[in-house]
Nanobody, 122 residues
Framework: QVQLLESGGGLVQAGGSEPLSCVAS????????MGWFRQAPGKEREFVAC????????YCADSVKGRFTISRDNAKNTVYLQMNSLIPEDTAVYYC???????????????WGKGTLVTVSS
């Protein structure tokens, strides 16, 4: 069992930056691929970024490519999402997720955090 707890978020002005963190419980963090997803009001949950177990390979959705960066620190059981050049369309609840497989599909995730709200004001 893996428990995930996100932190960060809040109200951010457009053009600003915001770092998100997600701490995982347990000793097996390094065995999981990690991802970030988001869900805007009235919309389905969508993929944002994922990272492999070592942190060497990352993949981001086209909508955030060049603005968001995913990283991880296995010694701290933590995955990060650095969000830069934020726009109002980035407003959403951001979720951290863990998977046994390399995937950008929410249906492939084994564990989810409860999410943290990011609101970008124009």
């Amino acid at each position: 069992q893996v428990q995930l707890l996100e932190s960060g978020g809040g109200l951010v002005q457009a053009g600003g930056s915001e770092p998100l963190s997600c701490v995982a419980s347990g000793r097996t963090f390094s065995s999981y691929f990690m991802g970030w997803f988001r869900q805007a009001p009235g919309k389905e949950r969508e993929f944002v970024a994922c990272i492999d177990r070592s942190g060497y390979r990352q993949y981001c959705a086209d909508s955030v490519k060049g603005r968001f960066t995913i990283s991880r620190d296995n010694a701290k059981n933590t995955v990060y999402l650095q969000m830069n050049s934020l726009i109002p369309e980035d407003t959403a609840v951001y979720y951290c997720a863990a998977s046994r497989f390399w995937s950008s599909s929410s249906s492939s995730m084994d564990y989810w955090g409860k999410g943290t709200l990011v609101t970008v004001s124009s």
